[in-house]
């Protein structure tokens, strides 16, 4: 089993729950439509990795989101991570009207930073990413459809969440193509005060 790294010492998580179309910016950019229900979605234990990987069987799109880690039914450590997905097969499966894993729960789909404790005002988190220097994107939860209250409530309504598991809140906009040796800064902020950041080199086909 995979882990993540919870205020220094080695959490396994048994699933990651991912939140999509959570940013109206980003469902606009990618020309899809507003939901009106919450969109949910699941990454195994084997999605998580240390690699960034920028092909997969085909070029792979980053999109950092903040991830928020449960504890006794809440949520209590918040991390950075980047959703990585298979755009092309996504959008096949979805004119198909076929389900999306093929294109989001592969084996290296989900790479996280540490994770710190949760600060009490959760409204203040913001994710940000920058590419090469440059920042791509920018988000917090006071700009999302569903807050991280109501996505736990959801979640809670048909499905277990166990200790060390990962909620993926969803992206803002800016999502786009890893570039081969591009190097990936993702941070966590509230109030402008850095919480927890990593940094990733995408590697290519010939470093799988």
Request: hydrophobic letters at 45%; a negative charge; aromatic letters at 6%.
């Amino acid at each position: 089993m995979n882990c993540v790294i919870v205020e220094g010492r080695a959490v396994q998580p048994s699933k990651i729950v991912c939140i999509g179309r959570n940013y109206v910016a980003h469902i606009e950019e990618l020309g899809n439509d507003i939901p009106s229900d919450m969109v949910i979605f699941v990454k195994p234990n084997s999605a998580i990795t240390s690699d960034l990987n920028s092909f997969l069987g085909e070029p792979l799109h980053y999109e950092a989101e903040i991830a928020l880690l449960v504890e006794n039914n809440q949520f209590s450590s918040v991390g950075v991570g980047l959703d990585l997905t298979k755009r092309k097969l996504q959008t096949q499966l979805k004119l198909k009207g076929l389900p999306w894993e093929r294109a989001k729960a592969f084996d290296g789909a989900a790479l996280f930073s540490h994770f710190v404790a949760l600060p009490k005002e959760v409204n203040c988190l913001t994710v940000e990413l920058n590419i090469d220097g440059a920042l791509v994107q920018s988000g917090g939860i006071d700009s999302m459809m569903y807050q991280p209250s109501d996505i736990l409530r959801e979640l809670q309504l048909f499905m277990t969440l166990n200790d060390g598991d990962i909620v993926m809140t969803g992206t803002p906009k800016g999502v786009g193509k890893v570039s081969e040796a591009a190097v990936f800064d993702a941070k966590i902020q509230c109030k402008g005060i850095d919480l927890v950041s990593a940094s990733w080199v995408a590697i290519g086909p010939s470093s799988e």
